[in-house]
């Protein structure tokens, strides 16, 4: 354990650095909580020489409200992150939300309506799931009867009167035959599921697709990487080649991409401004991040330090994306950035 003398001189009103973490294969590994997590918040919490440290969570996880997953993380962690703090995969679509407030929307990914609960809290006011559709008709997807759960999650809905404009792909999907079935079928009817298909350069308004996580892979606890939503979105697209020649075009949020790190810069800045009372005066960002495609490679693009852990997805060898520093855990990641300032 490294101890830090509380120097009181020390102390600066300006935070000299701030700090973003990824959760996935840095601070958690599925439920359980990596054992130098705690030690390092501990050290940002205040037992450094520059006293509290300002940090928020970047994600490309998500499924529940920003609200929930930080009181988890809080219990977990043992130290307070809140929403201020954080910033998951679709946080980001609060920005989007007006344009859609009361036109239809599908949103997938998550266990039974609790991404259609989220996006209803953004704003989507008219979000429906794929659920809903089998319900409607369950000859949309043959091959799945729903459970009396997920029922009990559907909402009862006339879509051959309520045209789809855009499809989110909040959070990775768990049944991806039934959600890639769907996906093609609003896209290629030009949002009338069940009408007829309607070349896509005949269309007027061609439904928006929008995917808000990239990660091929991601470190949960088992002994190898799990598949993530860029792995849906590549089963997607494979499909809808097949079908029609080519892939669909769609906006892609999450790390590694501009906007989310344009969005993070702007929450972290806020969080330091409702930490020390200060307009945010930064000197130095620290990203640390345990996937090189995502959180290297954004850090990198957004001009912060990288500072790339082993405990996650990346495990050893010369990684994709060039970090400013390798570390073996998210403690001594802290450790290190703390020294480069002093
Ligand atoms: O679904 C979560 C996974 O894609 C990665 O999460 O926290 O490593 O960005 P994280
Ligand atoms: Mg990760």
Avoid at 76 to 83: D, V
Avoid at 160 to 176: C, E, L, Q, Y
Wanted: hydrophobic share 40%.
């Amino acid at each position: 354990r490294r101890q830090f003398q509380n120097d009181a001189t020390a102390k600066l009103q300006k935070p000299p650095l701030a700090f973003v973490f990824d959760i996935d294969g840095v601070l958690i590994r599925g439920e359980d909580v990596l054992p130098s997590a705690k030690r390092a918040l501990a050290i940002l919490e205040g037992n450094n020489p520059f006293g509290k440290l300002p940090y928020i969570l970047l994600t490309n996880g998500g499924g529940v409200s920003e609200k929930a997953r930080c009181q988890k993380l809080t219990e977990k962690l043992g130290f307070e992150i809140r929403p201020t703090q954080y910033i998951q995969a679709h946080t980001i679509l609060k920005t989007l939300s007006s344009k859609y407030e009361d036109t239809p929307v599908l949103v997938l990914g998550g266990k039974l309506d609790q991404v259609r609960k989220v996006a209803i809290d953004y704003g989507f006011k008219r979000a429906y799931t794929s659920l809903d559709f089998l319900s409607w008709n369950p000859s949309v997807w043959p091959f799945h009867q729903l459970t009396p759960s997920e029922t009990l999650a559907t909402k009862q809905v006339d879509f051959f009167k309520t045209p789809i404009s855009a499809v989110f792909v909040f959070h990775d999907p768990r049944n991806w035959a039934l959600d890639v079935q769907v996906i093609c079928d609003v896209i290629q009817s030009g949002g009338f599921v069940g009408g007829p298909y309607v070349p896509l350069d005949q269309q007027k308004n061609p439904v928006e697709l929008v995917f808000c996580n990239p990660d091929l892979i991601w470190r949960s606890d088992f002994s190898t990487p799990r598949l993530g939503q860029g792995a849906f979105k590549e089963a997607f697209q494979a499909v809808f080649k097949a079908l029609t020649g080519s892939e669909y075009p769609h906006v892609q949020f999450g790390k590694p991409t501009r906007a989310t790190y344009d969005y993070a810069t702007t929450v972290l800045h806020r969080r330091v401004q409702e930490m020390t009372g200060h307009p945010p005066a930064l000197s130095s960002i620290y990203m640390i991040g345990d996937n090189p495609e995502s959180d290297i490679a954004g850090a990198n693009a957004a001009n912060w330090n990288s500072v790339l852990v082993k405990t996650g997805v990346f495990d050893g060898g010369v990684p994709t994306h060039q970090p400013t520093h390798v570390a073996e855990d998210v403690e001594e990641a802290v450790t290190w950035a703390i020294g480069v300032e002093l």
